[in-house]
């Protein structure tokens, strides 16, 4: 069974600082891997998607990369500002089966102080 | 990508009764799908909805308690039904864009409240 998990579950940083969010699957058989935001009572925004033969994409001051085989990815944001301050989830879509579902992790709660 | 819009934004009902969520999309597409964010929780799949068959759902969510109806590319409905306050909770829906909806983007989501 699939599971995602989110390292770590908060963080509180000063503007201006370069921060990485951690996400790991259990299991590599993955089609793609998705990074949203989420701001607090909204809906989700797709930030990167990584299909399961890249090792990363780059958005902006976003570049994510990922390590099938390890079952790593990772969110780097580049100069962060206070309007970055946010939930991060990441989500994985399994490779077995036919299934279009997302397993979630639990997120990461930002926060950018100016 | 795709605008989505989702109605009510929020609402505040009381037990024992229904309420039926509409999502729209700016575009057609295949595949339409259901979460639902408990509070503090992630997002968990609910079922996934095509057009012009039935929803699928996932283990622990029924037809009875959420009928879905697909009535075209565009549009969706998700029921939550004999409402109880284990309900309260963020549902979204969202849809899966490009070839074999490989990206998934969400809708701002309805906030349910039971009391």
């Known amino acids: 069974k699939q599971e995602v998990t989110q390292i770590p579950a908060a963080l509180s940083v000063p503007e201006g600082e370069n921060l990485v969010l951690n996400c790991s699957f259990t299991?590599?058989?993955?089609?793609?891997l998705q990074w949203f935001r989420q701001d607090p009572g909204k809906g989700l925004t797709s930030l990167l998607l990584?299909?399961?033969?890249?090792r990363e994409q780059t958005s902006g001051r976003l570049n994510a990369s990922l390590d099938k085989s390890s079952g790593r990815s990772t969110l780097y944001i580049a100069a962060s500002q206070p309007g970055d301050s946010a939930t991060y989830l990441c989500?994985?879509?399994?490779?077995?089966?036919?299934?279009?579902?997302?397993?979630f992790g639990s997120g990461t709660r930002l926060l950018v102080r100016p | 990508s795709a605008v989505i819009s989702q109605k009510p934004s929020r609402d505040i009902c009381q037990r024992g009764t229904s309420l039926t969520i509409q999502c729209q999309v700016d575009?057609?597409?295949?595949?339409m799908f259901w979460y639902r964010q408990q509070p503090g929780q992630s997002l968990t799949l609910i079922a996934t909805?095509?057009?012009?068959?039935?929803?699928?759902?996932e283990s622990g969510f029924v037809i009875d308690k959420f009928p879905i109806s697909r009535p075209n590319l565009t549009f969706s409905t998700l029921t939550v039904s004999n409402m109880s306050p284990e309900d309260s909770s963020i549902y979204l829906c969202?849809?899966?864009?490009?070839?074999?909806?490989?990206?998934?983007?969400f809708g701002p989501g309805t906030r349910l409240t039971v009391t």
């Open positions: 575009s057609q597409v295949t595949m």
């Open positions: 299991d590599s058989a993955i089609y793609n």
């Open positions: 990584i299909q399961s033969s890249q």
């Open positions: 989500a994985v879509r399994p490779g077995r089966g036919s299934s279009y579902k997302l397993i």
């Open positions: 909805a095509n057009q012009g068959s039935e929803a699928t759902y």
């Open positions: 969202s849809v899966g864009m490009g070839s074999g909806a490989y990206e998934q983007y």
